[in-house]
């Protein structure tokens, strides 16, 4: 009777144990896929960076027309949101029309949807911006070398900082300010690697005015329009390619009449490095909103900052760079600072909480370690007083 009533009181304990360790093996194959998926979308993001700006590099060889080269990888917007649509009906099991998916994401820009006046309204400028960020870049990479401009680009999380900070009103973090100010001394270290030579300047001017614009883009992202999930940054993705396409066309026709950006002819334009390089601009800006999908954001950042030595690998390879120390220095200065924007807001408490755990378990052990001898002692005494009973 006694042995059924252990029984009937162990087995709800050992189901529940057993649920126990199901939600663990779960929540650990979670993450380890995430850190999967982590690690493939950090090798994808940042060769997909690295590859776009060594195309532009080879593409300047031939043929030099920044904007023309902006407005046709941004054209490539277009098929943002076709891309989503294509993922959608491949995983998800309620599949949607075309229409309905594209009104449902189409709530970023408000309750009522898209309208011509909200098309207007808030596409325009963060087209300008879009437009400024990559023509600024191409322009710097023709003034830099690729590793040069990809590390003074990833100043753009310092200028997210200061302006969130003083536009948005978001939290002051001392590891920040640092951050940027390592930000601002890789910034003029890098233009001090070529004692101050003018092309140096003005290609530092232009990464720097590159990642400036970055920053407002995503701050006036972040005040209009809050966050966004896959479908929605699809969409409005998508959407800038289409003003681009209508509004901003007349701007390439201008270069092309005023000789500014001239060509022989259209099939003398290099197609194969401009659509690679416009494919792989694409495959960017998809990779880093289905990274944030899958995996953790912040892999996302490591990716980009990847990019860095990824651009210094091929140049080296190329022999087009020659590392000195205040080069170096700089790079390095930069890439630390971009990392130090990753820390989160309670990186501090998060620090101490870690440093208390682990002294808490020091001590326990420590506790474990003086009361074990006494309680092998006691066990060992009383040992000896059950034997020696039945034979007194």
């Not at 599949?95 to 970023?108: N, V």
């Not at 066309?249 to 416009?278: N, Q």
């Not at 030595?309 to 790079?331: M, S, Y």
């Amino acid at each position: 009777m006694f042995a059924g009533d252990d029984g009937t009181q162990t087995h709800p304990e050992n189901s529940s144990q057993e649920n126990r360790i199901k939600a663990r093996c779960l929540s650990c194959a979670s993450m380890v896929l995430k850190a999967i998926w982590g690690l493939l979308i950090i090798l994808s993001v940042s060769s997909s960076w690295v590859g776009t700006t060594q195309i532009v590099k080879i593409t300047y060889k031939n043929f030099y027309c920044p904007f023309f080269m902006t407005w046709f990888s941004t054209n490539w917007n277009i098929m943002f949101f076709p891309v989503y649509y294509s993922g959608h009906l491949a995983t998800a099991q309620e599949k949607q029309s075309p229409m309905k998916k594209f009104r449902e994401c189409s709530r970023i820009f408000g309750e009522d949807g898209l309208t011509l006046k909200l098309f207007l309204k808030r596409t325009a400028p963060f087209s300008i911006l879009w437009t400024l960020t990559n023509y600024l870049y191409l322009l710097a990479l023709k003034k830099l070398t690729a590793t040069d401009v990809s590390a003074l680009f990833c100043c753009n999380k310092a200028f997210v900082f200061l302006l969130s900070w003083i536009v948005l009103k978001d939290r002051f973090m001392g590891v920040r300010i640092v951050a940027a100010i390592m930000a601002i001394t890789g910034i003029v270290m890098m233009a001090y690697a070529d004692n101050f030579h003018a092309d140096s300047i003005i290609g530092v001017a232009f990464a720097v005015g590159s990642a400036s614009t970055s920053a407002l883009y995503k701050v006036l992202f972040k005040m209009f329009l809050g966050s966004a999930n896959f479908g929605e940054a699809a969409h409005f993705v998508s959407t800038l390619g289409f003003f681009n396409l209508i509004f901003i066309s007349f701007t390439p026709v201008i270069l092309y009449f005023t000789k500014v950006e001239h060509w022989s002819s259209f099939a003398a334009l290099p197609w194969g490095c401009l659509c690679g390089m416009a494919g792989l601009w694409l495959a960017f800006n998809i990779l880093v909103n289905v990274g944030v999908v899958l995996t953790y954001p912040i892999l996302i950042s490591i990716g980009t900052v990847l990019s860095v030595p990824g651009n210094a690998a091929v140049d080296l390879l190329k022999q087009e760079v020659i590392f000195n120390v205040v080069r170096l220095a700089a790079t390095i200065i930069i890439c630390i600072g971009f990392l130090l924007m990753l820390l989160p807001e309670e990186w501090d408490e998060i620090t101490l909480r870690f440093i208390n755990s682990l002294k808490e378990k020091k001590s326990e052990e420590h506790v474990d370690d003086i009361t074990d001898p006494s309680v092998h002692l006691r066990r060992r005494s009383r040992a000896i007083g059950t034997v020696s009973i039945p034979l007194a």
